[in-house]
């Protein structure tokens, strides 16, 4: 198994990373040789054996590297965008900062997380001509599961990233990896970045320390401060095929293969979408309740009723993600100041305030969470009224939703083309409503109300 084996259907990226981790790996080698010769002068003087045989080793190291960067170089065509790691190999496929781009569930962290493996690989096939990213070896398991020492992946509940946690990380970007091959910072909400934060960001990008790499995800480009994306190597993730997604979903996850295919045709290439339907029985159950939607809005009673309900529901699961997750981390930040055992424990001197900071994070999350709830909803709406389109027009493209046959073709036939593009209209603008902090009553209100009148 290698380290890209859960990147489904992204086969040029993956070339890509894996000349770029090739030859990130040439640089290492050729690095830690020459620090052997270094401090095998200091050691020993000049002139000894001891000096003699390691700089033969490091020569040996140096011209193995410039050996295998040659011929990548042949292979490929240099990027644009390349920075070399030392700036005299010009042909490096290696760079310090990169940013994944990729809709929604393609596969961005996933994308990056590999690359971080694959960077911090230390198989002994390597020598032997193996690219990096084995998958087996201890740097890239305890990179993939999360506990490379050298590899920090910052995920954020909260909307946005302050320049507070920005400024950590780039303190952290200055420093030589502890152990492993190179210091990996992955940012999975490039997006989120404030522009205070990533003006902070923006001078570690420009003047990385030799051995750190950034990786950012971003849904796009453009959700990408302009002056971090311009110096970044871009790559894009492709919305993998349906059938790549059902394999992977039977293969890592052990799926029945009709629920398998049933989940991947729905989520239309989103894999973790796919993978939380094929998995969560209630994810299902949420979801045939929001595509029985458009049947229950005949009248204007049925409107506002069936928009309390997804509202509801958001709320609904997320208290759950609250519940799940807040009570634990309350309870950890008590017991790590000190508090006295039990909830109603009294916490020490001085620590009210730190407190008050994860309550106001707890519900800055709880917000997000219920937005996200809508905006899958939102999302499933509109691959119901595209399969009502699809089956208007007879177009022989395969329908996401096939269990909801019957209804689409009782809505595809009492209406016409217009109005289900005005109804998909009316679910696009309810989603930059809920954008613009609309209330989500108001906003789903007047959703509802719009499918009704089509
Ligand atoms: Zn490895």
Redesign the pocket.
């Given at each position: 198994m290698a380290?890209w084996d859960d990147l489904v259907g992204q086969d040029r990226v993956t070339e890509t990373l894996t000349a770029a981790a090739r030859d990130a790996d040439a640089y290492v080698t050729a690095a830690e040789a020459a620090g052997a010769e270094e401090r095998a002068e200091h050691r020993f003087g000049t002139g000894g054996r001891d000096t003699a045989a390691a700089t033969g080793a490091a020569a040996e190291a140096k011209a193995v590297a410039e050996a295998e960067a040659e011929a990548d170089a042949d292979a490929q065509a240099p990027a644009p965008h390349t920075e070399p790691p030392d700036g005299d190999r010009s042909t490096s496929q290696m760079t310090h900062a990169w940013l994944f781009t990729g809709p929604p569930g393609s596969g961005r962290s996933t994308a990056a997380r590999a690359f971080a493996?694959?960077l911090?690989?230390?198989?002994p096939d390597r020598a032997l001509g193996a690219a990096?990213?084995?998958?087996?070896?201890d740097?890239?398991?305890t990179a993939l599961i999360g506990t490379h020492a050298d590899v920090e992946v910052v995920r954020t509940d909260l909307l946005s990233i302050g320049v507070k946690e920005t400024r950590e990380l780039v303190r952290r970007a200055q420093l030589s990896p502890s152990g492993g091959r190179w210091q990996v910072i992955v940012l999975e909400d490039a997006d989120r970045l404030t522009e205070g934060s990533g003006n902070v960001l923006l001078k570690a990008v420009e003047e990385p320390a030799p051995r750190t790499v950034w990786l950012l995800c971003a849904p796009s480009v453009e959700d990408v401060l302009p002056t971090i994306r311009s110096r970044c190597r871009h790559l894009t993730l492709r919305t993998p095929p349906v059938e790549a997604v059902a394999d992977l979903l039977m293969r890592r996850d052990g799926i029945e293969p009709e629920l398998a295919h049933a989940a991947a045709r729905a989520t239309q290439g989103h894999i973790g979408r796919a993978r939380r339907l094929a998995t969560d029985e209630r994810a299902r159950s949420r979801r045939a309740a929001v595509l029985r939607l458009p049947l229950r809005v005949d009248d204007i009673g049925g409107c506002l009723k069936a928009a309390q309900e997804l509202v509801d529901a958001a709320a609904e699961d997320a208290k759950q993600v609250a519940e799940e997750v807040d009570t634990k981390e309350t309870e950890e930040l008590r017991a790590a100041l000190g508090a006295a055992a039990g909830p109603g424990g009294r916490l020490p001197r001085g620590t009210a305030g730190v407190m008050k900071d994860l309550e106001k994070r707890q519900k800055t999350r709880g917000t997000r969470t219920q937005r996200d709830t809508l905006d899958l909803a939102l999302t499933d709406l509109t691959g119901f009224y595209r399969d009502v389109l699809a089956l208007q027009f007879g177009s022989s493209v395969a329908i996401a939703n096939t269990e909801q046959r019957d209804a689409l073709e009782r809505i595809a036939r009492g209406s016409t083309p217009e109005r289900t593009l005005r109804r998909i209209e009316a679910i696009l603008a309810c989603r930059r409503a809920l954008d613009r902090n609309v209330a989500p009553l108001l906003a789903v209100e007047a959703m509802t109300l719009a499918l009704r009148a089509g």
């Amino acid at each position: 198994m290698a380290v890209w084996d859960d990147l489904v259907g992204q086969d040029r990226v993956t070339e890509t990373l894996t000349a770029a981790a090739r030859d990130a790996d040439a640089y290492v080698t050729a690095a830690e040789a020459a620090g052997a010769e270094e401090r095998a002068e200091h050691r020993f003087g000049t002139g000894g054996r001891d000096t003699a045989a390691a700089t033969g080793a490091a020569a040996e190291a140096k011209a193995v590297a410039e050996a295998e960067a040659e011929a990548d170089a042949d292979a490929q065509a240099p990027a644009p965008h390349t920075e070399p790691p030392d700036g005299d190999r010009s042909t490096s496929q290696m760079t310090h900062a990169w940013l994944f781009t990729g809709p929604p569930g393609s596969g961005r962290s996933t994308a990056a997380r590999a690359f971080a493996a694959a960077l911090q690989c230390v198989s002994p096939d390597r020598a032997l001509g193996a690219a990096p990213g084995c998958g087996f070896c201890d740097g890239c398991h305890t990179a993939l599961i999360g506990t490379h020492a050298d590899v920090e992946v910052v995920r954020t509940d909260l909307l946005s990233i302050g320049v507070k946690e920005t400024r950590e990380l780039v303190r952290r970007a200055q420093l030589s990896p502890s152990g492993g091959r190179w210091q990996v910072i992955v940012l999975e909400d490039a997006d989120r970045l404030t522009e205070g934060s990533g003006n902070v960001l923006l001078k570690a990008v420009e003047e990385p320390a030799p051995r750190t790499v950034w990786l950012l995800c971003a849904p796009s480009v453009e959700d990408v401060l302009p002056t971090i994306r311009s110096r970044c190597r871009h790559l894009t993730l492709r919305t993998p095929p349906v059938e790549a997604v059902a394999d992977l979903l039977m293969r890592r996850d052990g799926i029945e293969p009709e629920l398998a295919h049933a989940a991947a045709r729905a989520t239309q290439g989103h894999i973790g979408r796919a993978r939380r339907l094929a998995t969560d029985e209630r994810a299902r159950s949420r979801r045939a309740a929001v595509l029985r939607l458009p049947l229950r809005v005949d009248d204007i009673g049925g409107c506002l009723k069936a928009a309390q309900e997804l509202v509801d529901a958001a709320a609904e699961d997320a208290k759950q993600v609250a519940e799940e997750v807040d009570t634990k981390e309350t309870e950890e930040l008590r017991a790590a100041l000190g508090a006295a055992a039990g909830p109603g424990g009294r916490l020490p001197r001085g620590t009210a305030g730190v407190m008050k900071d994860l309550e106001k994070r707890q519900k800055t999350r709880g917000t997000r969470t219920q937005r996200d709830t809508l905006d899958l909803a939102l999302t499933d709406l509109t691959g119901f009224y595209r399969d009502v389109l699809a089956l208007q027009f007879g177009s022989s493209v395969a329908i996401a939703n096939t269990e909801q046959r019957d209804a689409l073709e009782r809505i595809a036939r009492g209406s016409t083309p217009e109005r289900t593009l005005r109804r998909i209209e009316a679910i696009l603008a309810c989603r930059r409503a809920l954008d613009r902090n609309v209330a989500p009553l108001l906003a789903v209100e007047a959703m509802t109300l719009a499918l009704r009148a089509g």
